[in-house]
């Protein structure tokens, strides 16, 4: 398959856009699109300084390695987490995270999460019995609570992160499952500062499969660490994302399709509010009177008519 761009090889095919790309114009085309939906859903501008959470991973990293390319004023915070079990998964995505940070001379605020209150975020969940066995409620909540108050402390505008369409579609697939209206009513690209000192959150690569973000991380060199956090493993959202998948595969574009709809329902002011039929301009139709809101004959009629016509 040939790239769209020019005559060269495509390095990479997305089906949901029918779009396939070299190395070269997939390079260009991530910034771009990135920009695109940094300024649709207003999340911030060239004066504003904005924290990104780096994790050490392929979303992250690429989140910076664009940011910084596009020109804005990006700076990174790499929480500790002192998750060591296994693969030494703090240890190893803090290397790397530092290593990026050098290579392109960036600033990289560390917080060490044991230094500075004492214990590490699995000995955390465990003292405070919280999570029954997965440390993943205290360690959001450290995680949430850290980011914002670095932001806070150090001036900055607005907390970026790296999540990707398939972490927003797992996310909104939980939630319409649990019908969590809460939770559903507060998510999307961009989470607004809140009166009392919470930073504006937002998320630039929100409509970016994984695979995108992954092939985007490789194409542009960046190492990243590959494994998981130990205790994502078996989690629900990685089951969602699992059936997300499936789904995907026999509909190409189903994920962001569910992502993108919602988001427009939420924004037009539909999402849980009943229509009220009356409201919406229904006359009679002129055949049959049934009340109908299409201008003219009411689609059952019309397509009676049109079939009549093809066999007359
Ligand atoms: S919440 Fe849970 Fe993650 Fe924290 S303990 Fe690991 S899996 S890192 S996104
Ligand atoms: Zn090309
Ligand atoms: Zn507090």
């Known amino acids: 398959m040939k790239c769209r761009k020019c005559e060269n090889k495509a390095s990479i095919h997305m089906r949901q856009h029918k779009l396939a790309l070299c190395k070269e114009h997939y390079l260009e085309w991530i910034p771009e699109q ?72 960036l600033k990289l605020h560390v ?22 066995g997965r440390p993943c409620a205290v360690c959001g909540l450290a995680k949430r609570h850290e980011m914002n108050r670095i932001a806070r402390d150090l001036g900055y505008d607005v907390l970026a992160t790296g999540h990707n ?41 929100c409509r970016f499969y994984e695979r995108e973000m992954t092939a985007y991380a490789i194409m542009r060199g960046i190492e990243y660490i590959y494994e998981e956090c130990p205790f994502a493993d078996g989690s629900q959202s990685i089951f969602y994302k699992e059936m997300l998948n499936q789904l995907e595969t026999v509909r190409p574009g189903a994920k962001l399709i569910f992502y993108l709809n919602f988001l427009e329902a939420k924004k037009s002011g539909n999402l849980f509010v009943e229509k009220n039929v009356e409201q919406q301009n ?31």
């Open 165 to 205: 369409l398939d972490d927003e579609a797992a996310v909104l697939f939980g939630n319409t499952l649990n019908w969590s209206s809460g939770f559903l009513l507060r998510q999307g690209p961009v989470l607004p500062a809140s009166s009392g000192g919470l930073a504006r959150k937002v998320k630039p690569l």
């Open 34 to 105: 990135t920009e695109r939906f940094i300024k649709k859903y207003q999340m911030f501008t060239h004066e504003e300084k904005i924290l990104v959470a780096i994790s050490g991973g392929k979303d992250s990293l690429s989140l910076w390695d664009i940011l910084v390319k596009l020109g804005y004023q990006a700076d990174g915070l790499y929480l500790g987490l002192g998750i060591d079990s296994g693969i030494n998964y703090s240890h190893e995505s803090q290397r790397l995270a530092e290593k990026y940070a050098n290579e392109n001379n």
């Open 282 to 312: 229904l006359h009679p139709c002129p055949k049959c009177g049934q009340p109908t809101s299409t201008p003219d004959l009411c689609s059952f009629c019309r397509m009676i008519e049109k079939a009549r016509a093809e066999i007359a």
């Open 111 to 132: 917080v060490d999460i044991e230094k500075e209150y004492g214990q590490s975020i699995p000995v955390l969940a465990e003292i405070s019995h919280r999570g029954y």
